[in-house]
T-cell receptor, first 112, second 111 residues
Framework: EAGVAQSPRYKIIEKRQSVAFWCNPI?????LYWYQQILGQGPKLLIQ????????DSQLPKDRFSAERLKGVDSTLKIQPAKLEDSAVYLC??????????FGPGTRLTVL | GQQLNQSPQSMFIQEGEDVSMNCTSS?????WLWYKQEPGEGPVLLIA?????ELTSNGRLTAQFGITRKDSFLNISASIPSDVGIYFC???????????FGGGTRVLVKP
């Protein structure tokens, strides 16, 4: 079974630019999560989708971050405009809706 | 909000040693998960615990779900160099909910 796929793996941008990340979950997993992991910390949830509906986006900075999962499969996370403090690893995870979440390799974002 | 405290923050291992780490919470969780993360990779699930008092093993790893539901422990027996990495605990209130992560325990090899 293929794991969670993410791209790109690395991205370097300047502040105020925009950036987008892509995630393809494990086949058949209805629930998709985006987490932000700042260096030296554990991941923190940004947004959770159940199929193509948002379940929890309470921690998403909506003035600059947006995410969608239009067909209930893959998802994109966008930041516009980026700030220095957005430098982090962005992790995508998926689940069948149960207790275990499986993570992709992440996208490491550096904002200069 | 909920916070998970992991200790120790870092530890050095010598091949063959048994090591332990723990995770405590200010509130109750109904599922505890332990992940390992290596540089440049995402967290990999090691063990999942679903019931207070449960003790579960995965090879040389053993984890326990605390009776109070506010803590969990992970033990690694007979450590080997490839055990190096960052170990995260994560708590979950209900199936499908978000995971709340601890700050991680960094396991390093003694020089």
């Amino acid at each position: 079974e293929a794991g969670v796929a993410q791209s790109p793996r690395y991205k370097i941008i300047e502040k105020r630019q925009s950036v987008a990340f892509w995630c393809n979950p494990i086949s058949g997993h209805a629930t998709l999560y985006w987490y932000q992991q700042i260096l030296g910390q554990g991941p923190k949830l940004l947004i959770q989708f159940q199929n193509n509906g948002v379940v929890d986006d309470s921690q998403l900075p909506k003035d600059r971050f947006s995410a969608e999962r239009l067909k209930g499969v893959d998802s994109t996370l966008k930041i516009q405009p980026a700030k220095l403090e957005d430098s982090a690893v962005y992790l995508c995870a998926s689940s069948r809706g149960g207790r275990e979440q499986f993570f992709g390799p992440g996208t490491r974002l550096t904002v200069l | 909000g909920q916070q998970l405290n992991q200790s120790p923050q870092s530890m050095f291992i010598q091949e063959g040693e048994d090591v332990s780490m723990n995770c405590t919470s200010s509130s109750i969780f109904n599922t505890w998960l332990w992940y390992k993360q290596e540089p440049g990779e995402g967290p990999v699930l090691l063990i999942a615990l679903y019931k207070a008092g449960e003790l579960t093993s995965n090879g040389r790893l053993t984890a326990q779900f605390g009776i109070t539901r506010k803590d969990s422990f992970l033990n690694i027996s007979a450590s080997i160099p490839s055990d190096v990495g960052i170990y995260f605990c994560a708590g979950q209130l209900a199936a499908g909910n978000k995971l709340t992560f601890g700050g991680g325990t960094r396991v390093l090899v003694k020089p």
